[in-house]
């Protein structure tokens, strides 16, 4: 802004300076203007004959000289304000290209003879140098605060660790000092006592015997007692009411306080709880972004650019829950039971899916979150009456989209039961079962994972009864919370293929375990299909650690399936 203002105030004060005429420019105006029937005056003054007495003086070369001169007066003054601009600037590259040599980075030199332009592009790079200083000098700070707080966890653990020590130190030490105590004390009555005894031997006989005898009198005469004066039977029975009453509100107030400390109690242990989880979930959230800042910058551009795509699918996803729950709001009629399934091309499992959960549930409403399917799969969901919510994650299966849906797609759902699962999970509670959960006080459903192993040899198992199929290994990684009552639950946060969660709210499990059957490996023809499809997709998924039972080799597929088979017991 200064050089600006500098420029101008030049370029005004050089366009309001009046041309300098000498003598000979003079006599040379005046004859061209007698040719041109003028009279030539000098500026300010009044025109004798002509009204445009100036006219020949404008229109003269010397003027369009002046005028050059003018101009060039003007560029003098610009260049004289780019000289003071690049002195304003060289300072502090200079000072920027010192601190960038420690850490070794690489700032294009500026050269003294560049335009404007030219210096205004290496300002841009010498900031788009700083801001990768920032961004590494960021990293290193933080690097710097997980050294430190893993130093001060250490510090921590030493001094409670001294600290437990000293309080061992102090009790074993007050444990001495009672027990020296007790010794003297027992050291002083033997001392009475050798006193005492010294003492009777000292006393004569008969004054002993004297003393005995009127210490027996004392203790045998007792003063009369006066008698009670006698009541009748209302006030006796008044007498009773009263003391039932005074005891049944003893009773009754000790029964209000031990509840309100039960209370109490159990809403400390709830805060503790939340506050708990919302600490760790604070630190899984600052750790996953450092990783994802480490991870992002070791990526292929191929995986830079799923990753990107991955972002942007992350904000149509806002945008879809957003959308949502305007539209919840505007609804008379809400379910008790909630079915939201994940979709991507299962044509085939679809069907037979929305059926299970018709026929366990049949007043529920199913909701199909559909991940750009290229079968079918949309259009049987539409025909089956269920809800359904097309999104697109741009060809790519990443599973931390998957994780935002499952935690934040029926957050807009105010009560009700909700099961989140993947459309080859069934759970098998029926709706009365899940009422009287219900009424249990229950909150989340336990579940015990059973993976189903089949032998239908065709894709779209025309050659099996899925509810018939009894062979089954017990799988502890589809033990999942995905059942649980919203009314109660405000966060379930759950992890990566929904295997962990640490839910948020009421949290009271239910005392019958409920069956979670997995209906992955009902035939190897599916199976093969199914594994291929998706990990064309996962890329992304495995650079991150995520998605590696998805792979393309057959052998390795058939091999599992064969295995599961041969171990499998039956229902």
């Avoid at 100036?54 to 003098?76: F, L, R, T």
């Avoid at 003071?84 to 850490?103: F, G, W």
Wanted: glycine letters at 2%; charged letters at 35%; one cysteine or more.
């Amino acid at each position: 802004m200064r050089n600006k203002a500098f420029i101008d105030e030049n370029i005004n004060q050089n366009s309001n300076k009046p041309l300098q005429i000498s003598n000979a420019e003079k006599a040379v105006l005046e004859r061209l203007a007698k040719r041109q029937g003028y009279s030539y005056l000098n500026q300010g003054q009044t025109p004798t004959n002509l009204p445009s007495t100036m006219s020949a003086y404008y229109k003269s070369e010397w003027y369009a000289i002046k005028k050059k001169q003018q101009e060039n007066a003007h560029m003098d003054a610009l260049d004289r304000a780019n000289e003071q601009l690049i002195n304003a600037i060289i300072p502090s590259y200079v000072t920027i290209a010192i601190n960038a040599k420690s850490s070794n980075s690489i700032i294009p030199p500026i050269k003294t003879h560049d335009t404007l332009t030219r210096k205004v592009e290496r300002e841009k790079e010498i900031q788009a140098a700083i801001e990768q200083e920032k961004k590494k000098l960021l990293i290193q700070e933080q690097n710097r605060s997980a050294l430190e707080e893993k130093r001060r966890q250490e510090k921590i653990a030493i001094q409670r660790k001294q600290r437990q020590k000293e309080e061992e130190k102090k009790k074993k030490a007050a444990e001495e000092a009672e027990e020296q105590k007790r010794l003297n004390r027992e050291a002083s009555l033997q001392k009475q006592k050798e006193i005492l005894e010294k003492r009777k031997e000292q006393v004569p006989i008969s004054k002993h015997i004297d003393e005995q005898l009127e210490r027996k009198v004392k203790e045998q005469y007792r003063p009369p007692k006066e008698p009670k004066p006698p009541v009748s039977k209302e006030e006796f029975e008044k007498a009773q009411r009263e003391k039932a009453q005074r005891e049944s509100d003893i009773r009754l107030a000790k029964q209000r306080a031990e509840k309100l400390h039960q209370d109490e109690i159990e809403r400390k242990a709830e805060q503790l709880h939340r506050d708990e989880v919302e600490r760790k979930a604070a630190l899984d959230k600052k750790e996953k972004n450092i990783i994802q800042r480490r991870f992002i910058g070791t990526l292929t551009p191929e995986l830079r650019e799923a990753q990107r795509k991955s972002d942007l699918a992350s904000q149509q996803l806002d945008h879809i829950f957003k959308k949502e729950a305007d539209l919840y709001k505007t609804r008379t009629e809400l379910p008790s039971i909630y079915i939201i399934l994940l979709c991507f091309n299962e044509s085939v499992m679809l069907p037979l899916t929305v059926g299970h959960y018709r026929a366990q549930f049949p007043s529920c409403e199913i909701i199909i979150y559909d991940n750009e399917s290229s079968d079918n799969s949309v259009m049987i969901a539409k025909e089956l009456g269920c809800h359904v919510i097309s999104w697109s994650s741009n060809q790519i299966n990443d599973e931390i989209l998957k994780i935002k849906i499952r935690n934040h797609c029926w957050r807009h759902i105010e009560e009700g039961w909700i099961i989140m699962a993947d459309m080859d999970e069934w759970i098998y509670i029926t709706e009365n079962e899940l009422k009287q959960e219900e009424e249990n006080g229950t909150s989340i459903l336990s579940i015990e994972g059973m993976e189903m192993v089949g032998e239908s040899q065709t894709l779209d198992f025309s050659d099996i009864n899925l509810n018939e199929i009894k062979r089954y290994i017990p799988f502890i990684e589809e033990s999942k919370n995905l059942c649980f009552f919203r009314t109660k639950i405000s966060s379930m946060n759950f992890g990566p293929g929904s295997h962990k969660c640490m839910p948020i709210g009421t949290v009271v499990f239910s005392t019958p375990v409920y069956q979670l059957r997995h209906m992955c490996n009902i035939g190897l023809p599916f199976l093969l299909h199914k594994m291929k499809q998706r990990y064309e997709r996962s890329a992304l998924n495995r650079s991150k650690g995520m998605s590696i039972h998805y792979t393309a080799d057959e052998k390795k597929i058939t091999d599992k399936y064969n295995k599961l088979l041969s171990q499998s017991i039956s229902l």
